[in-house]
């Protein structure tokens, strides 16, 4: 497997004005995000996208909108903040911009779409590696159709052996590279998950910090809410999919409907997920110990920690792994 300490290739910047032959200093002037928080999956990063959209003068919009990766980045984002108040601070989080294969894509257009101008503020979660990928395996297993197009099933040796994904987005210094090369380190604030879920209000008053929000309600934090819990998060089918993905329903209704309504719909009709599949054998373990713990000396040398910030041998023979809850 790849070492996070192995540098990347350069970044490549293209600007989405370059092609139509119109240079750097001349583009019109995009509504472009201030901030993005860009991973990673499943290390609270719904709760976050609720906790900021819930902050006076914060604009969102669908969290995993992805508008870095999609063919044209700046028709998406005047589309969703052409109108928006210059005063309000624009952001968009999106984790499958530090998913492998994605992440240097989505810098890269991040890069040549903010050009010269001021650079984004940039947040990424990070939780114990192996309670994350323990988590992923368990969403993506008990999904459907194109949530789960490779057919990841509940059994964790067979998944680990054909989706290298679980293990490399648990490799969160590798996922950063593309972003700390297009932006640096001083445009990054890196959050432990589980500093924020033990206590998400100071949390949230850093990152306001960070990303230059003004004003806070913190009042509106819910400290007892978890969005999206692998655990309890219903599955949604190929039909309810191929709803939300009609332009009938995101043309009419969507809009219709505030961000809570829509999770209130879609937990009341849809089915629950099913039990979570059995403990990774300790053999697996020791194999997950040695492959990540690597990966969490790389993250303390990204941000010149004094400590990593886990310690997983110590972890897995307390038998964290063991019941560790998929939270997110």
Known sequence: MPDATVPAAPLQVASPFLCLGVPLSESPRLPLPDFLVIGAMKCGTTTLYHDLRRQPGVALPDKESNGLLQSDPATAYRRWFGQSDETSLRGEVCPDYTKPGLDRRAALAARGLYGSGPKPKLVYVVRDPIARLLSHHYFVSTQHGEANPGGMTSDLDSSLRDFPELIETSRYASRLAPWVEAFGKESLKVVRFEDYV???????????????????????????????????????????????????????????????????????????????????????????????????????????????????????????????????
């Open 198 to 328: 033990l206590d998400r209000r100071p949390t949230i008053s850093d990152v306001a910090e960070f990303i230059g929000l003004k004003t806070t309600n913190l009042a509106s934090i819910d400290p007892g809410r978890v969005d999206n819990p692998s655990a309890t998060r219903p599955v949604a089918t190929p039909g309810w999919r191929r709803l939300l993905g009609s332009p009938l329903y995101r043309r009419w209704v969507r809009p219709l409907l505030s961000a809570d309504t829509r999770e209130g719909l879609r937990r009341r009709l849809l089915p629950k997920p099913p039990s979570r599949p059995a403990a990774p054998s300790e053999a697996t373990l020791a194999r997950l110990v040695e492959t990540l713990t690597p990966e969490v000396e790389a993250l303390r040398r990204l941000l010149g920690s004094a400590e990593p910030w886990w310690d997983l041998d110590q972890a897995w023979r307390s038998g964290a792994y063991s019941s560790a809850p998929a939270v997110t």
